[in-house]
């Protein structure tokens, strides 16, 4: 890992974490992705089931997942894999504990003219999940996705997963599925998966919204059909700060570090710290555990690339560089890490003290982990109930209420060359 003492190699470094990704095919990745979504928007189910054998398998198992098969798998791990259930039992209810305490309902407000005034917030009405397979099937993601669309309201939930090479369906996110009471599952993934739920199939009903990690081209389908159907976010690698101080644990650190960088190669984890020593230790630690880890090439790779022990002069300056990167994760080891939960605003999760790795965070506490990246905590929230609903506002006035306000209205309408949104008022004005 790079080791940064000076502001140039500083903004040189943040520069390089908004550009990651960029030069890996990014337009030949959006022409390949626009001309599958022509290709399900015209011809629908064929399109994706002849994608889906040209990228994932010949011929799945199931187009759409039988519920007895969602059924027989639940119960299968029940019998065999109970442990297993029983930690995802603990994960669901702590996530369904944490977003029930977002959900909001709407508001009136009632004046003594009898004007009335109020918003209603009702949750959408069918929402798409993406659940990537493959190498790397995220059935936490099954939770994180689902519960607080359950917990908003939505009516219909569909998800799409794409198969493994053998045709079936990753048992794994089944069982999350299950869990969670969803029942309508298609097999199926990648671009294809998306345009498909947005459009509309003959097989595959169009959402309202899709939510859910992918690949870059689930990530370039997600954004051109933004504006067809609404979305979560644009979500790139995935990164890691760390605010340390001289009482942190190097071997903490380097793990926690590392748990980021095997992800991908673009990947982020960065150090921040004031202590010489601390950064010594760290780089020592790092060494020695990333020996140890089955995805060392991608790790090292992305520590080579896009990692980075920055040295500061002071608590107070690594808050200022947190908060200018944005960081996705943000862990704060140090003596007093209650304090910085006033100091640090742009960040997607924040993790507090050293028994609070960001694992905890992907499965188990409570708070989402579909969460924004690539400097976006500046200005997005993480996947949360308010997402999955929709806010209508309401107004009535009486007559004598839109005459007292009629001058002021028309003026305005007439500031602006509308004459006849000032006339739509002062044809109502005189009529007591």
Do not use: W
């Amino acid at each position: 890992m790079k080791i940064i003492q000076n502001k140039k190699e500083l903004q040189a470094f943040i520069k390089s974490l908004g550009t990651r990704g960029e030069n890996a095919g990014e337009l030949a990745v959006e022409r390949t992705v626009r001309s599958i979504i022509n290709d399900v928007k015209t011809k629908g189910d064929e399109a994706v089931r002849s994608y889906t054998a040209r990228f994932d398998c010949e011929k799945p198992a199931y187009y759409r997942i039988p519920e007895v098969e969602l059924i027989r798998t639940y119960r299968t791990y029940k019998e065999n894999e109970q442990e297993f259930v029983d930690a995802l039992k603990r994960c669901h209810d702590n996530i369904t504990a944490f977003h029930s305490a977002q959900k909001r309902t709407g508001y009136t407000m009632t004046e003594e003219n009898g004007v009335i005034t109020g918003q209603r917030i009702r949750p959408l009405d069918t929402v798409g999940i993406y659940i990537p397979g493959g190498t790397a099937p995220l059935f936490s993601s099954v939770l994180m996705c689902a519960i607080p669309a359950k917990i908003a309201g939505v009516k219909r939930i569909v998800m799409t997963t794409p198969p493994s090479k053998d045709g079936t369906a990753n048992p794994d996110i089944l069982a999350a599925a299950k869990l969670c009471g969803i029942s309508e599952i298609y097999l199926c993934g990648g671009a294809q998966a998306i345009a498909a739920m947005a459009f509309g199939t003959d097989e595959i009903p169009k959402v309202d919204k899709i939510v859910g990690p992918g690949n870059v081209y689930v990530t370039a389908a997600k954004k051109l059909l933004f504006g067809i159907i609404d979305i979560d976010m644009i979500a790139g690698p995935s990164e890691i700060l760390l605010i340390a101080d001289k009482s942190a644990n190097p071997a903490f650190i380097a793990a926690d570090l590392l748990s980021q960088a095997e992800h991908d190669k673009v990947a982020s984890s960065v150090l921040i710290t004031d202590s010489k020593e601390i950064v010594e230790k760290t780089v020592l630690e790092l060494e020695k555990q990333l020996d140890d880890l089955y995805r060392r090439d991608i790790a090292k790779s992305s520590l080579d690339n896009y990692g980075a022990i920055i040295l500061v002069q002071s608590m107070d300056e690594a808050v200022k560089i947190a908060e200018e990167i944005a960081p996705e994760h943000l862990e704060v080891l140090t003596e007093n890490p209650l304090e910085y939960i006033g100091k640090l605003n742009n960040v997607g999760s924040l993790f507090l003290g050293a028994y609070s790795p960001e694992p905890l965070g992907d499965y188990y506490a409570g708070p989402n982990h579909v969460l924004p990246t690539n400097g976006t905590a500046r200005f997005f929230s993480p996947l949360n109930v308010d997402m999955y609903t929709k806010k209508t506002s309401y107004i009535y006035y009486p007559q004598k209420a839109l005459n007292k306000a009629a001058e002021d209205i028309m003026l305005l309408a007439e500031r602006e060359d509308l004459g006849a949104h000032a006339n739509a008022v002062r044809i109502r004005r005189n009529k007591e």
